[in-house]
């Protein structure tokens, strides 16, 4: 697969729950863990800035190299998010339960693919 076809995958895995964070935040408000200091919604609002800024970046091959590197990033740092919906999602019945398992070995072929665009693209 070619470099600029595994960008434009990395990029629309980006961009379109980083457009999601801002037209149905509610469902990602409810999994910032309460740990964290201040509003969900501030995490919310942050983490789809970053995707869609990272998306969009990564479709650009001057940008390419340092934003699949941040993708990467990106992608270890919501892992709490996902960690806390395996919590919150404990009595939600067999279907919710396995979706919020399901997502957490589904980070690492995401690092790995924003891993691989970083590696194509040079410096």
């Known amino acids: 697969m070619t470099s600029d076809r ?3 995958i990395l990029s629309l895995i980006l961009l379109v729950p980083g457009v999601l964070h801002f037209l149905t935040p509610k469902p ?3 999994i910032v863990p309460n740990e ?3 509003e969900p919604r501030y995490y919310t609002y942050a983490s789809g800035v970053a995707e869609v800024g990272l998306g969009a970046a990564v479709l650009v091959p ?3 190299r340092r934003a699949a ?3 990467a990033v990106l992608f270890a740092a919501v892992f709490p998010a996902n960690v806390n919906m395996v919590r919150l999602w404990q009595d939600k019945g067999p279907a919710m339960k396995t979706i919020a398992l399901a997502r957490l070995p589904l980070q ?3 690092i790995a693919l924003a891993i691989g665009v970083w590696r194509r693209s040079g410096d």
């Open 28 to 30: 990602f408000d409810s």
């Open 36 to 38: 964290l200091p201040g």
């Open 62 to 64: 001057s940008l390419r």
């Open 69 to 71: 590197g941040l993708a």
């Open 108 to 110: 690492i072929p995401l």
């Open 6 to 8: 595994l960008a434009r």
